[in-house]
């Protein structure tokens, strides 16, 4: 009964704070919504207002009885809700500074009855003395602080930041107010909080098992499309040593049958001569004389011809042992070139790897229309298209493992230290090769008589002296004594070797022109590309431009395309390559992303195909037809020089600013071989400090393993591919 009276007078204690505080609380209220009233109604209704406030009549405070019990959320009415919140929506507009239209912080009240932020009005009267509402004359001594104001803020900014407060944090809230809870209440509270505990552990765990359980069915579905993939290849992969182990019988047996046919056209030539000479017996002096030459040994009788006959087949037999060692040394070289390059398919397997597969799986379905479109492919009864290509690639890949140097030209001048050579190019026929760089001098050599002499110091056959260091030299494919040259000045200029004379020379471009290229198809067209962002067609019947291309970046290089004068690839400092249709210049017809740095060449090597290489240290591959990134080179250093590009059918080769220089295969990503440029000249310059020596130009011959290749040195070899 103790404890029952304590309660309950605990309870009164409680419900008569909570009482008060309302009453506090409602009283503000009403105070501050006079307040407000005194800017938003006429004076009468203020008047009214006051009156109703100071008498306590005012139906907007309602009476608050410390006994009265909170009514539930049910009993409040619709109307008085909305009326609320309409309420509060009026006393957050009246609340904003009519200057900066934000709450108002630090308020001020102004001697007309407006109230601004202290910063906005102070900012304001610097520039204006008048209200801002009114235009009522104003100044800084018309300024008084509303504490009033400033309290109502206070609290309502309280008030919102207790609206936006999750109930967790009202709570504790109130909880750190001293709000009492009793024991009941507290229990009441632990089961609600455990059973809610539960119900979120219910739900996570069944999250965790969705999440785990959808996971599982889609590394299933991957592994199933792998194993797939997997069997797909298998398959091929079964084919393919089916249809190859075939024709690898069909090669042993018709290598048989050569065997076979040689040994009995042997036997005929060995065995004609004895047989013809013992059936003439009447001349025997023809027949002794025959005997003595062949068996050494005087023909009389009959044991004589026996030892004769015996004589001839150990000679025979010893010819046979003869040519079967020489077959053996044969079979031991070609078995030593077999493990050569069983070793070279190990070093690159991954990569050949997915060569395979790339075509095997492009390739599986199109082998009728491959046989129809593609006739200088072999194809053999069971050879599935994509096998006959990749058979390709793989002997080509294997084919050549090294660099050999068959031939050095040495540019070094007394009368100039600058010796790179910027760019090398074979004229059309691949009987002489041009030089051109910083020495300001086209050097044309004979390569007949750099491979046959063995002087360290060629003299070029031509030499044309130029006004400015040159970057690029194209030689035309039709008029094979026609050659242009790019200098650094800006200067396009078309030369005759023949007369060592000048016959064209285009200066539209502002600063320096870095490429040059004549037409395979239009030997009168010439297209060319300068740091002045320009790119411009040229003619050699018109001293002017034909066409002109102005683009946002550098132009660091340009190249026709082989199979037609009206397509043009360009490499710029923009890091991308645009290919263009001269026929329509307005925007490119593709342009080609991936480079991170400029793109310093750009070369084809069929109508299709067209090589890349950028200051990034990568080479890439792209088709032009299709728009589409093929394949990208890795393995050299480019990373601030033009160290010079060079494609042929099957070979891409760039130089490296390690003064080495790197062949690629097109379908592999990784160089097949590399040369160091080594002497003990460059030795003794690395020990006096010059040692950033690096590969400026590259230049094949036209259907050859023969490379030329030049570094900054002035220094340039001639090498060949070997196995």
Known sequence: ????????????????????????????????????????????????????????????????????????????????????????????????????MQIIKDAFLTSCGHSFCYMCIITHLRNKSDCPCCSQFLTNNQLFPNILLDKLLKKTSARQISKTASPVEQFRQALQQGYEVTIKELDNLLSLLAEKKRKMEQEEA???????????????????????????????????????????????????????????????????????????????????????????????NLQNKKIDGKTQLSGHVSQRKDALSGADSQGFNQSGLSVARKKRIHAQFNDLQECYLQKRRQLANQLHIKQESDKNVIHREGYNAGLADFQSVLSTFTQYSRLRVIAEVRLGDLFHSANIVSSIEFDRDDELFATA????????????????????????????STRSKLSCLSWNKHWKNH??????????????????????????????????????????????????????????????????????????????????????????????????????????????????????????????????????????????????????????????????????????????????????????SKPVTWHRFGSQEMEDADEDGGGSHFISAVCWKSDSPTMLTANSQGTIKVLVLAA
């Not at 086209?442 to 070029?460: R, T």
Request: proline residues 3%.
């Open 1 to 100: 009964m103790a404890w029952s009276v304590f309660t309950l007078r605990k309870e009164n204690r409680s419900f008569g704070s909570l009482s008060l505080f309302l009453s506090k609380f409602y009283f503000i209220l009403s105070r501050n919504f006079v307040y407000l009233s005194l800017h938003t109604s006429n004076p009468k209704t203020v008047t009214k207002n006051m009156e109703e406030f100071s008498t306590g009549t005012d139906p907007r405070v309602p009476a608050v009885k410390p006994d009265s019990k909170p009514s539930s959320l049910e009993e409040v009415p619709l109307e008085a809700a909305s009326a609320a919140v309409s309420e509060d929506a009026e006393v957050d507009k009246d609340l904003l500074c009519p200057i900066c």
């Open 206 to 300: 069944e999250r965790n098992m969705q999440i785990l359980l959808d996971f599982l069915q889609c590394l299933r579905k991957q592994k199933v499309d792998e194993l797939n993939e997997i069997q797909t290849d298998l398959q091929f992969i079964k084919e393919d040593i089916n249809s190859v182990e075939r024709h690898r019988v069909d090669l042993y047996r018709a290598r048989d049958r050569y065997s076979v046919k040689l040994r009995m056209l042997g036997d005929d030539s060995s065995t004609r001569k004895p047989w013809s000479s013992s059936m003439d017996k009447n001349n025997s002096g023809i027949v002794s004389s025959s005997l003595n030459i062949r068996g050494g040994m005087p023909a009389g």
């Open 437 to 464: 760089g910083v020495s300001r001098r086209i050097k044309v050599f004979d390569l007949s008589m750099v491979l046959n002499e063995l002087a360290d110091v060629h003299c070029p056959v031509v030499e044309m």
């Open 483 to 668: 050659i242009a040259s790019s200098d650094y000045e800006g200067i396009v200029t078309v030369w005759d070797v023949t007369t060592r004379q000048s016959l064209m020379e285009y200066e539209e471009h502002e600063k320096r022109a870095w490429s040059v290229d004549f037409s395979q198809t239009d030997p009168s067209m010439l297209v060319s590309g300068s740091d002045d962002c320009k790119v411009k067609v040229w003619c050699t019947k018109q001293e002017a431009s034909v066409i002109n291309i102005d683009m946002k970046a550098n132009i660091c290089c340009v190249k026709y395309n082989p199979g037609s004068s009206n397509f043009i690839a360009v490499g710029s400092a923009d890091h991308h390559i645009h290919y263009y249709d001269l026929r329509n210049i307005s925007s490119p017809l593709h342009v080609f992303s991936g480079h991170k740095k400029a793109v310093s060449y750009v070369k084809f090597l069929s109508e299709n195909e067209l090589a890349s290489a950028s200051t990034d240290s990568t080479l890439r591959l792209w088709d032009v037809k299709e728009n589409l990134p093929l394949r990208t080179f890795k393995g050299h250093t480019n990373e601030k020089n033009f160290v010079g590009l060079t494609v042929n059918s099957e070979y891409i080769a760039c130089g490296s600013e390690t003064n080495e220089v790197y062949v690629y295969h097109k379908e592999i």
